[in-house]
């Protein structure tokens, strides 16, 4: 029983991560000095009205001069940040429905490989669903240890018969 409720919690967490993955958009590159790179992607706000974006650089420097801003469809500007830390994350609000852009601006000497991702702000139902798998593998995993403690205690006591 406690290795079916093990895998059955690896099933809802793989499916919690999907629900989130697969609102969001993905995008790796080098950015040479005084360079950018963008990343789009189509927000509604009927469907969530907080987005986030996460800002990843390899070989990360404080001295770094990097800076991000999310485009609303408008052109308008709905967020923007240096980035002091990696991995970097914000949010912004979805106020209208289009194409949202992130903009990376390297103002560092040096070349970066960035990874950026834009998208919705995970809702609840998506983290709840995480957060149950979590739990029915840790149910699981006291399952087999106590199961497992029951037949080794059983095995060891002489037969009296």
Do not use: W
């Not at 029915?136 to 059983?154: E, N, P, R």
Request: hydrophobic share 40%; no cysteine; charged share 15%.
């Amino acid at each position: 029983m406690g290795g079916f409720l093990v895998v059955i919690g690896i099933v809802l967490s793989v499916y919690a991560t999907q629900l989130i993955i697969e609102n969001l958009t993905t995008q790796e590159g080098s950015v040479e000095s005084e360079m950018t790179i963008e990343v789009y992607k189509e927000l509604d706000p009927a469907e969530n009205e907080n987005g986030v974006y996460v800002i990843q650089i390899e070989d990360f420097q404080g001295t770094d001069s990097i800076t991000t801003s999310v485009f609303d469809p408008s052109g308008n500007i709905v967020a923007t940040k240096s980035i002091d830390s990696n991995p970097f994350q914000d949010g912004f609000k979805i106020s209208t429905s289009g194409t949202y852009k992130l903009l990376i601006e390297n103002l560092a000497d040096r070349e970066i490989h960035v990874t950026a991702v834009i998208g919705y702000m995970p809702q609840d139902e998506s983290l709840m669903v995480s957060v149950f798998g979590f739990i029915v593998i840790l149910v699981g995993l006291v399952g087999l240890a106590v199961g497992s403690l029951y037949i080794v205690k059983s095995r060891s006591k002489p037969n009296t018969s």
